[in-house]
Nanobody, 126 residues
Framework: QVQLVESGGGLVQAGDSLRLSCAAS????????VGWFRQAPGKEREFVAA????????TYADSVKGRFTISRDNAKNMGYLQMNSLKPEDTAVYYC???????????????????WGQGTQVTVSS
């Protein structure tokens, strides 16, 4: 069983930065694809970013490309999402997810991720 716990959310002003962390349990974290999704009230959960097993081939939603950076530290069983130049439309609950299926390329599809954290709230005021 893989457990994921997000942290680092909070209330910030437009233009500010936040760094979200995803702490993972398990003995094979370095084999997982790690993804970040977000869900605003009344909207479906949407893809934000994903990263491959070894930290290569990061993938981003167009809405965050150039502002967000996904990374991972396999030695620490940690995933990260650095969020810069935050906008009010970034307000959402952010979820860390892991794909342990052996898939090589980062995926944007929610159903491809078998493990999910409980989410951390990010609120950006204007």
């Amino acid at each position: 069983q893989v457990q994921l716990v997000e942290s680092g959310g909070g209330l910030v002003q437009a233009g500010d930065s936040l760094r979200l962390s995803c702490a993972a349990s398990g003995r094979t974290f370095n084999r997982y694809i790690v993804g970040w999704f977000r869900q605003a009230p009344g909207k479906e959960r949407e893809f934000v970013a994903a990263i491959s097993q070894n930290g290569h081939m990061p993938t981003y939603a167009d809405s965050v490309k150039g502002r967000f950076t996904i990374s991972r530290d396999n030695a620490k069983n940690m995933g990260y999402l650095q969020m810069n130049s935050l906008k009010p439309e970034d307000t959402a609950v952010y979820y860390c997810a892991a794909d342990a299926s052996g898939r090589v390329l980062p995926t944007t599809r929610r159903d491809d991720y078998g493990y999910w954290g409980q989410g951390t709230q990010v609120t950006v005021s204007s």
